[in-house]
């Protein structure tokens, strides 16, 4: 007897990323295209990773006790409204299992996070993407495109690929607008790269409400992308859900000894804000100097749109990765003519000005 088919919206999940050409190309040398801190985490969390490594045999029993005291006391937060993940995609694909399911939808700007209607899919829910301005999310589109079917609604706040960004203002105003039995989730990974003025913390409005979720990493500015954690803001009900459906081990004990490390590297965290800011300025302003048009980034990274008059998108990655950098390009319509640049070091962004200078010369 054959094994049943896999769900039906497991058909729909197609790549988000698109990689470099298969040709001969030299190893990468500047990885500016996962959106991984280059300044890398605090020395103190890699010593407390490899002490960890002591006890590699033993799982880590319960990573919330150890973890969520900690991110409680550094952010000032309710312990009991605090859970965490293997990063913060585990627990947005916890979160999709626990609020949807067939005859349900997931309301989402049309240009964010590339990967999040895979969540909806593998639990055979529908997906409403929604245009966007600019890349900008439109608060007045998705909240139009709320139905009686909506179960989820999801905000990257900075958005990602582009960076873009809404004020408190308009969170709030998209949050007034939907039904009780709506979830907000605010994916809120490049929180800590902002320097907005009008930006408001997500989790100011998880404390405001009974219906809204934030989700927040230790991959980017900490530095520990390959450690793989993420956390949970949300009320205890919700927080509940996630802690029933996940792994029974779900963060290594390395991972959760570099977290807590981090956290109190405060000087490391405050250095990596400091040089990403600097750094985004630069490049933008480099970039759009030689005529290229960049989306305000709120993150650390920027998305540059490249002219298709013989120098495209395509063109532009390949010509780089010849010299040995690394940048992103995604399988998206909407980002057809546009690459994204993470903010590297300032060697890394420099030579990713003058290999981009070079082909637009047509010199490379």
Request: include cysteine; aromatic fraction near 8%.
């Amino acid at each position: 007897m054959a094994v049943s088919r896999a769900k039906d919206g497991i058909s729909k999940i197609k790549p988000h990323m698109i990689k470099g050409k298969e040709e001969a190309v030299p190893p990468a040398s500047y990885l500016l295209n996962s959106n991984e801190s280059v300044f890398g985490p605090s020395p103190n969390a890699r010593d407390a990773a490899l002490a960890a490594t002591s006890s590699l045999e033993r799982y880590l029993e319960n990573p919330d006790s150890l973890l969520v005291p900690e991110i409680a006391r550094h952010f000032g937060l309710d312990e009991a409204k605090i859970t965490v993940g293997q990063g913060s995609d585990d627990l947005l694909a916890r979160l999709a299992r626990a609020y949807l399911g067939p005859g349900t939808e997931l309301v989402r700007s049309v240009n964010s996070y590339l990967k999040v209607p895979n969540y909806a899919y593998a639990n055979d829910a529908d997906v409403v993407s929604v245009p966007d301005d600019n890349f900008k999310p439109s608060i007045e589109n998705m909240i139009n495109a709320v139905t009686e079917k909506t179960r989820i609604v999801y905000l990257a706040n900075p958005e990602n690929p582009a960076g873009t960004y809404l004020n408190g203002t308009e969170v709030r105003k998209l949050h007034a607008a939907l039904p009780k039995n709506v979830l907000l989730i605010i994916d809120s990974a490049y929180e800590e790269y902002v320097d907005a003025d009008d930006y408001e913390p997500a989790h100011k409005l998880v404390e405001d409400a009974d219906n809204v979720v934030m989700c927040r990493t230790f991959s980017k500015i900490y530095g520990l992308a390959g450690a793989r954690v993420g956390w949970a803001y949300a009320p205890e009900d919700i927080i509940d859900s996630l802690r029933r459906i996940a792994l029974t081990f779900p963060v290594a004990s390395a991972s959760a000894a570099a977290a807590v490390a981090a956290l109190e590297d405060q000087n490391h965290t405050n250095s990596v804000y400091v040089a990403n800011l600097k750094g985004r300025n630069w490049l933008t302003t480099e970039l759009e100097a030689m005529g290229l048009t960049v989306i305000p980034s709120q993150a650390n990274f920027i998305l540059v749109h490249m002219p298709d008059l013989g120098r495209s998108a395509e063109e532009a990655d390949h010509a780089l990765r010849k010299q040995g950098i690394a940048i992103r390009r995604f399988a998206s319509a909407a980002y057809q003519d546009y690459i994204r640049i993470t903010i590297g070091q300032s060697h890394e962004i420099k030579a990713a000005r003058d290999a981009i200078s070079q082909f637009l010369n047509g010199d490379i």
